[in-house]
């Protein structure tokens, strides 16, 4: 079943293959705006980040559980859907969803995706692919924007994933060239310069009046064995008449696998029980 939602992205359906954090952290704005995100992992391993940690998110017995903090920080609104891609069955099933999705948003390496054929064009027209790896992206952004040298000076590069993230976020919604949104990114550090003055902690940063008044910090809901509440950054995008939401917790791996294949694929119960026993979902 379709979550209800409310925002500008209501009705926009986005299939989410990326992994880590440029990619997820990029569905994660897009989720919260309202967009139905369909997060594809691996069976039985589920994004890598899954096992990132510490931290990990803590039980209601105080013990630690197997939720990273990592991943808890760029996965909430979406779906998670197990499926092998590196399965002939499994590619097919990404295939046949294709069109029913607005955007489909990749961060595979070069090559990695080459079972699932795509086309890419436009936002507005059909499929939207994230770049293929951060720092190559990075690399091509500082050529689009006349300024490769900045490509090999660690104060910008290390902040490749979260370009990736913004940049992708503008275009899809906005459909503005990467060449002007990375530029923009640029002018803003070299108007801005070093950083410099103190550092707060953590404890200090979540209790400043500016941050608590933009409602920085949220918590959702879990059950007790998953840690009864996630603690979680808001989205700093503030829309009056169209508010982002917090409607789903990060999900847990392959939680909606069988609702979307049946939503989205018309697979049966007795359809999705042979994919599972042959490894696909």
């Not at 409602?215 to 982002?244: D, Y």
């Amino acid at each position: 079943m379709t979550t209800s939602t409310t925002g500008p992205l209501e009705g926009i359906r986005v299939l989410d293959l990326s992994r880590v954090l440029a990619g997820p952290s990029c569905t994660q704005l897009l989720a919260d705006l309202g967009a139905d995100v369909v997060k594809v992992e691996r069976p039985g391993i589920g994004d890598e980040t899954r096992a990132w940690g510490p931290p990990f998110l803590k039980g209601a017995d105080g013990e630690e559980t197997t939720e990273s903090g990592y991943y808890l920080s760029a996965n909430r609104n979406k779906r998670s859907v197990t499926i092998n891609l590196a399965e002939p069955e499994g590619a097919a099933l990404i295939r046949r969803m294709l069109p029913s999705v607005d955007v489909l948003i990749e961060n595979f390496k070069v090559g990695g995706l080459h079972t699932v054929p795509y086309q890419v064009f436009p936002s507005s027209d059909g499929y939207y692919i994230l770049g293929a790896n951060n720092d190559h992206q990075f690399r091509r952004y500082c050529e689009f924007a006349g300024m490769p040298d900045l490509a090999d000076d660690p104060q910008y590069s290390t902040n490749s994933a979260r370009v990736a993230n913004r940049d992708e976020l503008i275009r899809i919604v906005s459909e503005i060239s990467r060449k002007q949104t990375t530029k923009y990114w640029l002018d803003g550090l070299e108007r801005m310069g070093l950083p410099c003055g103190p550092v707060n902690t953590l404890d200090q940063v979540f209790a400043d009046p500016q941050v608590l008044h933009r409602g920085m910090k949220i918590m959702m809901s879990r059950s007790p064995a998953e840690g009864g509440t996630c603690p979680l950054i808001g989205n700093p995008l503030k829309l009056s008449e169209t508010p982002v939401t917090y409607r789903m917790p990060p999900p847990r791996l392959g939680e909606h696998t069988d609702d979307v294949l049946e939503e989205v694929l018309g697979l049966d119960a007795e359809e999705r029980a042979a994919l599972r026993e042959r490894g696909v979902i």
